[in-house]
C-alpha cells in the first residue's frame, strides 16, 4: 500500500508541473482580445496589441523573405518552444532552413529557423531586447532582426556563439540590410517601413 500511496503523490506532482503545452491550454480556454499576439517567455504569458504599423512592417518582411523562402517554410505569430524555462515564443516573423518541416505537434524546432524578426511593441519591448535576444542566440538562430518603429531603426543580430551574438549592426529605416553572407542569403529593404 506505502508503494501505490507514493506512486500516487509523483503521479500527482508530475501533473502539476508546469509546461508551456498547459499554459497555452490555459491561455486557449480565456478571453483573448482579437488582434492580441499571446506568447510565453520564461514562463511569463504576455498579451501585446498588433498595431496598423506593426503588422504593414511584418507584412513588408514576408513579401521580402518570400523571395528565398516559399510560405510553406515561413511562420508569423506561431508558437515556437526555445530552450531555457517556458519559453514559447511567437515571432512576428520567422523562416525556416531548407528541408525543414514540422514535427508531429505541427511546430517549427528551433534549429531549423534561420530568421526571426521582431517588431518592437512599446509593452513588450523589453523582451525583444532582452531574454529573446538571448534565447534566440542559445538557440543559434542565424539572424534576428529588431525593428523599432519608435526610434526609425533596424537592429540586425548574427553570428551567435557561446549564447550571444558576436555581431550587432544598428542601421537607420532606409538603409538595406544585407544578409547574403547570413544562411538568410538575401537583402532586405526598409524603405517602406512605418515610423511611430
Known amino acids: 500500500m506505502t508503494v501505490v500511496e507514493t506512486d500516487r503523490i509523483e503521479m500527482a506532482d508530475e501533473s502539476d508541473e508546469l509546461t508551456l503545452d498547459k499554459l497555452f491550454e490555459r ?3 480565456m478571453p483573448v482580445p482579437e488582434g492580441y499576439k499571446v506568447e510565453i517567455v520564461e514562463g511569463t504569458v504576455y498579451m501585446s496589441p498588433q498595431r496598423q504599423k506593426h503588422w504593414l512592417i511584418i507584412a513588408d518582411l ?10 510553406t517554410r515561413t511562420a508569423s505569430d506561431v508558437r515556437i518552444d526555445f530552450p531555457g ?19 508531429a505537434d505541427d511546430r517549427w524546432h528551433p534549429r ?10 512599446k509593452s513588450t519591448a523589453a523582451n525583444d531586447y532582452g531574454p529573446k535576444k538571448a534565447v534566440y542566440a542559445a538557440a543559434d538562430v542565424p539572424v534576428y532582426l529588431i525593428v523599432d518603429p519608435y526610434t526609425g531603426k533596424c537592429h540586425v543580430h548574427t553570428l551567435p556563439k557561446d549564447g550571444e551574438y558576436r555581431v550587432e549592426t544598428t542601421l537607420d529605416f532606409g538603409m538595406d540590410i544585407d544578409l547574403t ?13 512605418p515610423r511611430d
Open 27 to 29: 491561455m486557449e480556454r
Open 62 to 71: 514576408y513579401d521580402q523573405l518570400r523571395t528565398r523562402y516559399p510560405r
Open 85 to 103: 524555462h517556458l519559453n514559447g515564443f511567437a515571432s512576428d516573423i520567422a523562416a525556416m532552413a531548407e528541408g525543414a518541416e514540422p514535427g
Open 112 to 121: 531549423d529557423v534561420e530568421f526571426v524578426g521582431e517588431v518592437i511593441s
Open 181 to 193: 553572407d547570413t544562411p538568410a542569403g538575401l537583402k532586405l529593404t526598409t524603405g517602406e517601413f
